[in-house]
């Protein structure tokens, strides 16, 4: 949010010195979707081509992952993406790695891990990056097993000419060399040139589109699904193209998630995208506005996100972009499910906004009254620890920054074996029940209309 704000304070930044030559940096590392690998994705300013050895602790094997390296130009800077895979990797096993002459390690899991922890959180900075210190101690102490940013990721990636995606990136380094770092596109990832930075900064499994625009992978008892909210949001200025070629994938994956034979060995169904479906903030009354309605509900003849989600029985969704935490009784199509056992079986999704990490725009007001399917609201800065305890047992805890680092929210979602809630028949597809709507100005028969008028004068 308030981009404005946000180029307006870069503006009196003094720019960054740019890293040295052909030494790799912003080293980070994400899941393939093969626990047998792991991707590892780095950075230099002049061409070198650099491969990855990598040892396993206690082994004298020493193995090679080819490096491949793309050069990509942003406002006048050249920089290098490396890529490699490492690959052959043994379950639940420490390993060095080496990229020219910097060395790192990380570990691998368990094969079918049936329990993990996930730090989860959106929105933060490089800037007022107010989590930042307290989730590279956490990570490097152990205290969880990978990452997933809920976009909005450095405020922004290509301010200053990509050096704030520079430095946000090395500033993590530390722990993200050394975990998987899995990440999705918020609005704030646009960087006027269709997502570049974005695009050439990740690389997520490649089972989706364009290596990280959306994607899934199965980890233990959950398949955990990463979708882009931005085919919405920007689809006025990139077309709606985007937001069929997400759906039709989504739809094909889901449908094979929740089939029978996976759902027994894998129960549970995480999303995790940028905008949320609901929220009670006050800002611009968010959840209402255009652009983040059409997530849920679809517009025109683009089908929204909810109705696909209760149709594969979904469990949870975890979303940024509001900058707070807000915790959602289960809810369809805003039916709501409060009773006190309402997270046992829950008969909906399971919702969460954890956007409060920390950047330029803190402390996003709530409205008086929560809307009634809202459970609990907090606007401390800080981020969501989520533990798969078990194919029926899942934990979160948020984490406050204001706090010393107290829990200001912590409950379980618990689902029989074999339990799944239903809702194929009563819920909408595409805009069918939309309600009447204003022209809005980024709506692009709106801005049709806007451009016959012009040409008509
Ligand atoms: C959050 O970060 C800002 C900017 O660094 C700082 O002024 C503020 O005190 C921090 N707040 C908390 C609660 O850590
Ligand atoms: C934006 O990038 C995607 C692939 O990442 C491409 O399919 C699309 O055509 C691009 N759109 C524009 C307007 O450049
Ligand atoms: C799953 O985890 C919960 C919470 O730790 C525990 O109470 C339960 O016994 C576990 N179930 C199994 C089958 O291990
Ligand atoms: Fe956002």
Redesign the pocket.
């Known amino acids: 949010m308030l981009i404005i704000s946000c180029l307006f304070l870069l503006n009196f930044l003094a720019p960054t010195i740019l890293g040295l030559g052909n030494v790799p940096d912003q080293v980070h590392l994400a899941f393939t979707g093969d626990l047998t690998e792991m991707a590892v994705v780095w950075n230099t300013y002049e061409d070198a081509s650099q491969d990855v050895s990598y040892t396993k602790q206690g082994s004298s094997d020493q193995k090679q992952a080819k490096g491949s390296s793309e050069q990509w130009v942003y406002n006048g800077i050249i920089r290098y993406k490396h890529k490699a895979v490492m690959v052959g990797l043994d379950y639940d096993a420490k390993y060095d790695y080496s990229i020219a002459s910097r060395s790192f390690t990380f570990k691998t899991l368990p094969k079918d891990p049936s329990s993990y922890r996930v730090c989860v959180f959106g929105d933060l900075g490089y800037w007022h990056g107010n989590s930042t210190e307290s989730i590279i101690r956490h990570g490097l102490a152990g205290n969880f097993d990978f990452i997933v940013h809920l976009g909005d990721i450095a405020y922004d990636l290509h301010s200053q000419n990509g050096q704030v995606g520079d430095d946000y990136m090395n500033q993590f380094e530390p722990l993200i060399s050394t975990m998987p770092y899995m990440v999705i596109a918020g609005n704030h990832e646009d960087d006027y040139q269709?997502f570049t930075n974005y695009?050439k900064r990740f690389v997520m499994p490649n089972n989706g589109y364009?290596d990280n625009?959306f994607y899934s992978f199965n980890l233990g008892p959950v398949h955990w699904v990463g979708v882009s909210t931005e085919n919405y949001g920007y689809y006025y200025q990139?077309g709606m193209e985007p937001v069929f070629t997400q759906y039709n994938w989504l739809k094909a994956d889901l449908t094979e998630a929740n089939k029978p034979a996976n759902r027994a060995v894998r129960p549970w169904i995480f999303t995790f995208q940028h905008r949320p479906f609901y929220c009670s903030n006050v800002n611009s009354a968010e959840c209402q506005s255009f652009e983040n309605k059409i997530v849920r509900t679809g517009w025109l003849n683009m089908p929204g996100l909810e109705a696909l989600y209760l149709q594969n029985s979904v469990d949870m969704g975890f979303w940024g972009h509001e900058h707070s935490y807000e915790r959602f009784y289960p809810i369809a199509d805003r039916t709501y499910y409060n009773d006190p056992s309402a997270y046992i079986n829950p008969k909906a999704p399971v919702y969460l906004i954890s956007g409060s990490a920390g950047c330029h725009t803190p402390d996003a007001e709530f409205t008086k009254t929560p809307w009634p399917w809202s459970a609990v609201r907090n606007n401390d800065y800080g981020y969501s620890i989520l533990t798969v305890a078990n194919s029926t047992h899942i934990h979160l805890e948020q984490i406050s920054i204001d706090k010393n680092e107290q829990n200001v929210d912590d409950f379980w979602v618990i689902k029989n074996a074999g339990f799944q809630y239903q809702h194929s028949e009563s819920v909408r597809i595409g805009a069918k029940k939309f309600p009447p709507q204003k022209c809005h100005i980024r709506d692009l028969p709106c801005m049709r209309t806007l451009q016959q008028i012009n040409e008509e004068l």
């Open positions: 269709n695009q364009g625009q990139y």
